[in-house]
């Protein structure tokens, strides 16, 4: 059965820092990532990385978010610095396992409010 469980989110003031966790279990998982959705607004992308440990960002983050990942663990994490109001969002953790075809898992979400 998979699991991902996100934690770390939370209420912080403009400027501060958040380190957001996602621990799987269930599947060896390729690419996982983090997204997050604004209220009103659709899900995006936020950062993916795969299981050698190449990285992708949104525009928006770039600089300001390290995606990592802890294999033998099988966690994900977000470190999240000079957070903006405009980060606040419910974030998603996602985890792609390749079997015959290619699945997607998603976490339950985890609030972050930015305040400014």
């Known amino acids: 059965q998979v699991q991902l469980v996100e934690s770390g989110g939370g209420l912080v003031q403009a400027g501060g820092s958040l380190r957001l966790s996602c621990a799987a279990s269930?599947?060896?998982?390729?690419?996982m990532g983090w997204h997050r959705q604004a209220p009103g607004k659709q899900r995006e992308l936020v950062a993916t990385?795969?299981?050698?440990?190449?990285?992708n960002y949104a525009d928006s983050v770039k600089g300001r978010f390290t995606i990592s990942r802890d294999n033998a663990k099988n966690t994900l994490y977000l470190q999240m610095n000079s957070l903006k109001p405009e980060d606040t969002a419910v974030y998603y953790c996602?985890?792609?396992?390749?079997?015959?075809?290619?699945?997607?898992?998603w976490g339950q979400g985890t609030q972050v409010t930015v305040s400014s």
């Open positions: 996602s985890a792609d396992y390749l079997g015959d075809s290619k699945w997607r898992f």
């Open positions: 990385i795969t299981r050698s440990g190449s990285t």
């Open positions: 269930g599947r060896i998982f390729s690419v």
